[in-house]
Every structure is written in structure tokens, then in C-alpha cells.
């Protein structure tokens, strides 16, 4: 069974950096694609970012685009999203998610996504 831990949330100024990591257990990420979401109170969870199994597409988000970046290491059986410019509406718990697909394959879309992790608190905030 595949389980998905992520971390490396917090608090953080406006402007500054946290880097999110999702690592799993059970078995090799490596036939996954996976995505990043993210969900504030009172709104419905958002697709952040996704990148494919072989790690060569990615997706983000319109609202994250040129700030975040998705990347994956193999060797560490782990998935990360590198978060720069943080506004404060970045705010929201952020999971990670898996799903098999193709080589290629991502989605932003939280319904195309069977494994899930606990979530990691972001608060963006002066």
C-alpha cells in the first residue's frame, strides 16, 4: 500500500520560501504521477502543481505559476514543491496525491488522484 507523508509547512512572511516535500512509503513512486493541492478554509481544495512519472511534464496552477516549482527524486522516493513569493492567499493545508497514469501524464485535478497524504499546514502571514 502506498502511503504519502508531507512536510515542511509553516509559518512565513509575504515574499518569502518554504519548500514542501512528499515522501512515501510502500512502494517506488516512480510509475505515479503526482500532484500538489491545497485547500483554505472555507474554499474548495485547488491543483497547485502535478508532474509526471517520468518527471518530464509538470503542470501548476494559474494563481502559482512562475512561483512554484514541482520536482522529484527518485532516489529519495520523494516529491517536492518549491514555494517562492508566497502571497498571503497562498495560506491552506497542501497535500500530496499519486495516481498511475503514462509516462507523461499529470493532472491538477483532485478526482483523477487515488492515494492521498495527511496534509501540511502553509500560513503566509506578517
Known amino acids: 500500500q502506498l502511503q504519502l507523508v508531507e512536510s515542511g509547512g509553516g509559518l512565513v512572511q509575504p515574499g518569502g520560501s518554504l519548500r514542501l516535500s512528499c515522501a512515501a512509503s510502500g512502494r517506488t513512486l516512480d510509475y505515479y504521477a503526482i500532484g500538489w493541492f491545497r485547500q483554505a478554509p472555507g474554499k474548495e481544495r485547488e491543483g497547485v502543481s502535478c508532474?509526471?512519472?517520468?518527471?518530464?511534464?509538470?503542470k501548476e496552477g494559474d494563481s502559482v505559476k512562475g512561483r512554484f516549482t514541482i520536482s522529484r527524486d527518485s532516489a529519495k522516493n520523494t516529491v517536492y514543491l518549491q514555494m517562492n513569493s508566497l502571497k498571503p492567499e497562498d495560506t491552506g493545508v497542501y497535500y500530496c496525491?499519486?495516481?498511475?497514469?503514462?509516462?507523461?501524464?499529470?493532472?491538477?485535478?483532485?478526482?483523477?488522484?487515488?492515494?492521498w497524504g495527511q496534509g501540511t499546514q502553509v500560513t503566509v502571514s506578517s
Open positions: 496525491a499519486a495516481a498511475v497514469g503514462g509516462s507523461s501524464w499529470c493532472s491538477v485535478a483532485a478526482r483523477e488522484f487515488d492515494y
Open positions: 508532474v509526471s512519472s517520468s518527471g518530464g511534464s509538470t
